[in-house]
């Protein structure tokens, strides 16, 4: 898929999370944003999913470390088919599907029910291993906040996964440097992150920007390559990406957006689309 | 008791992981730096490719406890009990209980029986923070032979399962031909008609001792074993406490929520009965020779022979 479909598909996550969010009224819209490209490239180019084959043992795994984000994972997996995309309005509503955070009782295709933080990487770590065990060839692929390298248990897994020599685990951390309480260097810093999983006996590649596809293609080809280790891509991005009032903004890490907000913020995506579409034509 | 073998419950689990290891390609063990105590180091000189040493880290290791599981495996993870319920009582809400995996969580050295190690590692509150989980098993052997039966049983069974197992080396009571062991079922050691005693774990070897005593001061009381705490058997509970009036548990644990709170919930909204509880009342344990410290705190059979005798006078 080329960068200018991804990018399109992206853009649909967006919207999906905005539709989502706005219809629960609650959730987390600013790291949704900024892992969508992640999870876009995930489902869209990188992964051996099939929405009709979810129980295909050989399949590649998806957990949402960062289960908060689950708007975006949502979007990424109705545009996939996984369900149709008008059931993100569903999200957080009682009887849903769609719970607040990924719950695999309730939606098929949800590898593992997350949301406390810091406890799906350990269960990525787990996949991987039955993987090996049972010679099997899939990746497991496991989505962080950067908040959430606060948890010690995200470094507990780190010192499993490089210990054990995961090298079919794939830690992707979206560093957008906000938290709900402020920037993560003022909260309680994890920096060095790179250094710290590197230390953990992970393979560390740097993406400057996590919102880029080429830079993304680059760093997920890479781990591929890397045998005897895990790896952890840590991935720069911009926490609300897409809706200007959103970008950067701390105040929007948990907050929906009210129906004048909704529109601001679905006028801004449909530019987007619209300059998407130019840029198809030239 | 006295003349009965005695073996650890730890014992009777890491044999029984070996046995039903040769048969089940799929199951596999994990540890935190405890597989010599926890007795898991026996199935991994068995089966090395089979057990993963976490290290002293319990809450990642219930996380791929859960990971192992959601990808087919049928996955033990054992530390104390301190450290299993306590320390990784989180992850094992969301992670294990809350995704119904396929986790069976073999705790050892649960209760004041650790002995010298003191309080820090004396679990009281495992069987009620476990009880208390939906989609949660739980089961305390009473002793080798039970707690054989507890692993196969939990093998058998398709979700989240706690067991708890203990360090003492403990008498060998159900080495009998009509034995018979069901997740959910209490079993009747005893019929009486003067009070009934519910036992767990260790406290059904010492209940028993406890019947002649009572005996001797004519109380002719009946003893059931519990060792499912949850799903509880009912059935049995009602119908004894329909017939005696009188309801005693008896636990190595805190008897607040435990198998003591269990039988108090059940009976208070379906057939009000008088109850004693007998375990560790609202404190902490402490050091001291295991044997010391259950004759210290009324777990043996004159402990709890002492305790129902002054409950039926009461009644």
Not at chain 2, 3 to 29: C, H, M, S, W
Not at chain 2, 76 to 97: H, K, P
């Amino acid at each position: 898929m080329d960068n200018l479909e991804l990018k399109k598909i992206a853009n649909k996550v967006r919207k999906g999370i905005i539709i989502g969010v706005h219809s629960a009224k609650s959730g987390h819209p600013g790291g949704s944003l900024s892992a969508a490209d992640i999870l876009t490239y995930l489902y869209f180019e990188e992964m051996n999913v099939d929405p009709d084959r979810i129980k295909d043992p050989d399949r590649d795994r998806f957990v949402l470390s960062k289960g908060h984000c689950a708007p975006g994972l949502y979007a990424a997996m109705a545009i996939k088919g996984y369900f149709p995309f008008e059931e993100l309005t569903t999200l957080r509503h009682v009887g849903a599907r769609l719970q607040g955070h990924p719950s695999m009782q309730y939606l098929p295709g949800i590898e593992m029910s997350t949301g406390s933080l810091g406890q799906g990487i350990s269960a990525a770590c787990g996949m991987a291993l039955a993987g090996r065990l049972d010679g099997r060839n899939y990746r497991v692929y496991t989505l962080l906040g950067d908040g959430e390298l606060e948890e010690g248990e995200v470094w507990e897994a780190a010192m499993f996964a490089g210990a054990k020599h995961l090298d079919h685990l794939c830690i992707i951390v979206d560093n957008n440097d906000l938290q709900i309480d402020g920037p993560i260097a003022e909260v309680n810093d994890p920096h060095p992150i790179d250094r710290k999983f590197e230390a953990f006996g992970c393979h560390v590649i740097n993406v400057s920007d996590g919102n880029d596809f080429d830079q993304l293609r680059a760093a997920f080809e890479e781990a591929k390559t890397v045998k005897g280790k895990p790896t952890a891509i840590i991935a720069k991005t911009l926490k609300g990406k897409g809706v200007s009032f959103m970008e950067n903004a701390v105040g929007w890490h948990g907050k929906a957006p009210n129906d004048e907000q909704f529109k601001v913020a679905m006028a801004d995506l449909d530019r987007i689309d619209e300059e998407l579409e130019k840029g198809g034509a030239q | 008791m006295a003349e009965a073998k005695r073996i650890a419950t730890r014992e009777a689990y890491g044999k029984a992981l070996v046995e039903f290891g040769a048969q089940n390609p799929d199951i596999v063990v994990l540890d935190a730096d405890l597989a010599g105590s926890t007795k898991t180091a026996m199935f991994r000189d068995a089966y090395p490719d089979r057990h993963f040493n976490c290290g002293i880290a319990e809450a990642n290791m219930m996380g791929v406890a859960a990971g192992l599981a959601a990808a087919g495996k049928i996955a033990f993870a054992s530390s104390f009990a301190m450290f299993a319920a306590g320390r990784a009582y989180e992850q094992i809400r969301n992670s294990i209980a809350y995704p119904k995996l396929n986790v069976k969580i073999g705790a050892t050295h649960a209760g004041i029986s650790v002995g010298e190690d003191g309080a820090s590692h004396q679990c009281l509150e495992d069987i009620a923070l476990m009880r208390d989980l939906p989609n949660m098993v739980v089961m305390n052997p009473a002793d080798a032979v039970e707690a054989r039966e507890v692993v196969k049983a939990a093998i058998e069974h398709d979700g989240p399962v706690y067991m708890r197992f203990g360090r003492l080396a403990v008498p060998v009571i159900n080495n009998k031909p009509d034995y018979h062991f069901e997740i959910g079922k209490g079993e009747l050691l005893k019929e009486g008609t003067d009070v009934t005693i519910l036992a767990t774990g260790l406290c059904v070897a010492a209940a028993i001792d406890a019947l002649p005593l009572l005996a001797e001061h004519g109380i002719n009381a009946e003893l059931i074993n519990i060792c499912t705490i949850k799903p509880l058997d009912e059935d049995i509970i009602l119908r004894s406490a329909a017939k005696t009036h009188r309801v005693v548990t008896a636990e190595e644990a805190w008897i607040s929520g435990g198998l003591g709170g269990a039988v108090a919930e059940l009976l208070s909204e379906k057939l009000p009965t008088k109850m004693k509880r007998i375990g560790i009342g609202d404190r902490f344990g402490e050091s001291g020779p295991a044997l010391e410290l259950l004759d210290k705190y009324g777990l043996t059979g004159s402990g709890i022979a002492h305790t129902v005798e002054g409950f039926v006078q009461q009644q």
